[in-house]
């Protein structure tokens, strides 16, 4: 199914209904992402109405948060991800999500990028994807079943029957990859 | 503050795809508001999440889904910005909303005169507890039946594995057996996360462990 939609494209659409409360930016956004958030929370265990009902709460806080959207930080479909992602512990495991916040007194800052340094997160995604897409199976396999499977590691080694160490040590290699792809600069 | 311990690479992955419980989400959040370097990571895997998302199955909505949802758009934008309200010195934000206020205020549940917890509201597969160790006292001689995740807040503490300091993160895996001592200086906060009871050594600590729920 993949049909190639520019995340650069995507994260105007974002910005559009930040800046402009734009529908129609909307509306493509809810026809690109609505059905992929239903797909990922039934991909992890929802069942049919569940997944409708979470994929609407998270289009819904897209439109609502979208201020917060900052393409200096992450695509739009990264930060689509994280919306779902918290909508589901929140709803489905009735756990909270603590993240750090920004605006915390307490935050340790990062060391300031320069204007050329900093990360084209549209760019970014490209080749996120291509990395994914080239990192042996045996790795892959393991990011996928990390964010598609909801499975501790251990689970994983059991399933996979693997031990614990081996894929510990896979994990590790798969992030160092992907951090490389992510490092090639802008 | 320069960190020597961090959390590791499974931590953050299980965190930026939300696998990991409550607990042990905890124990990473506050830990990434004292690190921008693993920050940077679970922003990278976030990415990945990201793109899986891209590629995951689309399963089709209800077919007036777009239509009753644009009825709720009229609401007012969330004002998420004045969250941090709350915050007081010490604590980083993740960790004040579980404990609404800095560590001297806490009800802390005495074990003994040098080690006190106090236990922190999360659910799921963990329990989280926040673990103050005078200088000098220490954590009796355990083993684990499963893992262990301690993260420093103030203080420091040795064990036969290093030495941690404020926002190091030791994990420990059920093979590991050791007896945390605060080192000198101001006294030792910890957060810490386990999946499975602590296994105590000798008859008192046994006991104590077993009435502390440990």
């Known amino acids: ?186 | 503050m320069s960190i020597a311990h961090h959390p590791g690479d499974e931590l953050l992955l299980g965190y930026a795809a939300g696998a990991v419980s409550e607990g042990v989400a905890l124990l990473v959040a506050t830990h990434l508001a004292l690190c921008p370097l693993c920050r940077a990571v679970v922003a990278g895997a976030e990415a990945a999440g990201g793109s899986l998302l891209a590629e995951v199955a689309p399963v089709a909505l209800e077919r007036d889904a777009y239509r009753s949802l644009l009825a709720r758009l009229d609401g007012p934008p969330s004002a998420e910005v004045a969250r941090s309200a709350l915050i007081a010195g010490e604590v980083p934000a993740p960790l004040q909303a579980y404990v609404g206020g800095d560590f001297g205020r806490l009800n802390w549940r005495h074990i003994t005169s040098g080690l006190a917890y106090f236990p922190l509201p999360t659910r799921g597969k963990t329990r989280a507890r926040l673990i103050r160790v005078a200088p000098g006292a220490a954590v009796a001689t355990h083993s684990h039946r499963g893992e262990e995740w301690t993260l420093v807040l103030t203080g420091s503490y040795s064990d036969v594995t290093g030495n941690y300091r404020a926002g190091d993160v030791q994990s420990t895996t059920p093979e590991i057996r050791h007896m945390p001592v605060a080192d000198a200086g101001p006294v030792c906060i910890n957060l810490a996360v386990t999946d499975a009871p602590l296994v105590f050594e000798g008859f008192l600590p046994k006991l104590v462990g077993k009435f502390f729920g440990f």
């Open chain 1, 1 to 186: 199914m993949t049909e190639t939609v520019d995340p650069a494209r995507l994260n105007a659409l974002v910005v559009a209904v930040a800046q402009a409360r734009d529908k129609a930016a909307f509306q493509a956004l809810f026809d690109h992402f609505a059905p992929r958030v239903k797909g990922y929370l039934m991909r992890l265990g929802a069942g049919n109405s569940v997944a409708e009902d979470l994929a609407q709460e998270a289009m819904l806080a897209v439109w609502r948060k979208a201020g917060l959207f900052d393409p200096g930080k992450a695509s739009a479909s990264t930060w689509i991800f994280t919306i779902a992602r918290n909508l589901r512990i929140d709803a489905i495991r009735r756990e909270r999500r603590p993240e750090p916040d920004p605006s915390d007194p307490s935050l340790l800052p990062e060391v300031e990028r320069s204007a050329d340094e900093t990360m084209d997160w549209a760019k970014a995604e490209d080749r996120m994807r291509a990395a994914l897409a080239g990192l042996p199976r045996e790795q892959s396999q393991l990011i996928e079943l990390s964010f598609l499977a909801e499975m501790p590691h251990s689970l994983i080694a059991a399933e996979l029957g693997l031990p614990l160490g081996t894929v510990k040590s896979r994990i590790r290699l798969a992030m160092a990859r992907l951090r490389l792809a992510l490092g090639d600069g802008p």
